[in-house]
């Protein structure tokens, strides 16, 4: 009799205790803090908006450098040749370099021992850690040789991750970084929770202070929403 009560009073108590947890769980939902993916995504949306104005200031400076030559006025084809370059600079479509920052990410060494498949990289870790350094005012990226602009896809294709699509070579991927302040993405970036997915993952990353060179967005640039614009008198 004394057992059947004991039984009966720890099955009691553990429902007991369940009950409570879900009351508090059903009155204190857990409530996951989206601030930093929302400002990434207004980051992006900024940066796009920024690429579409630039596409469309190079489509309208070709259009005038090809009147200007046509008409022979050798004095506004200079400027208008000058500013063309400038805006072909600021579109990733000129090949850049200076002291920036390599990124090396590739699996742990021990995934590397024997037979044991190599841990896969999921396209959206690339698009966020793409992110976040636009986010630490990276000026200019580029992922093993391809420039990263803001219509730069990034996609798996047959287990196979492409970029610009063009496939991304065997490890290590090295990641080429020109900021506004390099010292100081450096230290965000290492510490950042695009890295510490990698980690999670398997991966080690590296980064460091060095020269870099950074190739120019090969793809063709289509441009959207043109409108007529009002000579210049």
Same mark, same amino acid.
């Given at each position: 009799?004394?057992?059947?009560?004991f039984m009966f009073a720890t099955i009691a108590l553990i429902i007991? !205790?369940?009950?409570?947890?879900?009351? &508090?769980?059903?009155?204190?939902?857990?409530?996951?803090?989206?601030?930093?993916?929302?400002?990434?995504?207004?980051d992006l949306e900024k940066e796009k908006q920024r690429q579409q +104005?630039? @596409?469309?200031?190079? %489509?309208?400076?070709? +259009?005038?450098? @090809?009147? #200007?030559?046509?008409? !022979?006025?050798?004095?506004?084809?200079?400027?208008?040749?000058?500013?063309?370059?400038?805006?072909?600079?600021?579109? !990733?479509?000129?090949?850049?370099?200076?002291? !920036?920052? =390599?990124?090396? *990410?590739?699996?742990?060494?021990?995934?590397?021992?024997? $037979?044991?498949?190599?841990?896969?990289? $999921?396209?959206?870790?690339?698009?966020r850690l793409v992110n976040e350094l636009n986010r630490y005012d990276?000026? &200019?990226?580029?992922?093993?040789?391809?420039?990263? =602009?803001?219509?730069? /896809?990034?996609?798996?294709?047959?287990?196979? *991750? #492409?970029?610009?699509?063009?496939?991304?070579?065997?490890? /290590?991927? %090295?990641?080429?970084?020109?900021?506004?302040? @390099? &010292?100081?993405?450096?230290?965000?970036?290492?510490?950042?929770?695009?890295?510490?997915?990698?980690?999670? +993952?398997?991966?080690? =990353?590296?980064?460091?202070?060095? &020269?870099? *060179?950074?190739?120019?967005?090969?793809?063709?640039?289509? =441009?959207? #929403?043109?409108?007529?614009?009002?000579?210049?008198?």
């Amino acid at each position: 009799m004394k057992e059947r009560q004991f039984m009966f009073a720890t099955i009691a108590l553990i429902i007991g !205790g369940m009950l409570a947890v879900q009351f &508090e769980t059903t009155n204190n939902p857990i409530v996951r803090d989206t601030r930093d993916l929302w400002e990434l995504r207004a980051d992006l949306e900024k940066e796009k908006q920024r690429q579409q +104005e630039l @596409n469309e200031e190079l %489509q309208r400076y070709n +259009e005038l450098l @090809n009147k #200007y030559e046509s008409e !022979g006025n050798d004095e506004k084809i200079k400027a208008m040749e000058k500013a063309l370059a400038d805006l072909k600079k600021q579109a !990733g479509l000129t090949t850049v370099s200076g002291q !920036g920052i =390599v990124m090396t *990410i590739e699996p742990f060494s021990d995934q590397l021992i024997g $037979d044991r498949p190599l841990p896969k990289i $999921d396209p959206d870790m690339l698009r966020r850690l793409v992110n976040e350094l636009n986010r630490y005012d990276a000026k &200019e990226i580029s992922i093993d040789g391809q420039r990263i =602009v803001s219509k730069t /896809p990034i996609r798996e294709v047959n287990g196979d *991750i #492409y970029i610009n699509n063009e496939p991304v070579s065997s490890f /290590p991927i %090295q990641i080429h970084v020109l900021a506004k302040n @390099n &010292e100081k993405l450096h230290r965000k970036i290492i510490a950042s929770p695009a890295v510490e997915e990698f980690v999670r +993952e398997n991966f080690f =990353v590296e980064a460091s202070l060095a &020269e870099v *060179i950074l190739p120019a967005y090969e793809q063709s640039v289509k =441009v959207k #929403y043109m409108k007529p614009a009002k000579e210049e008198t």
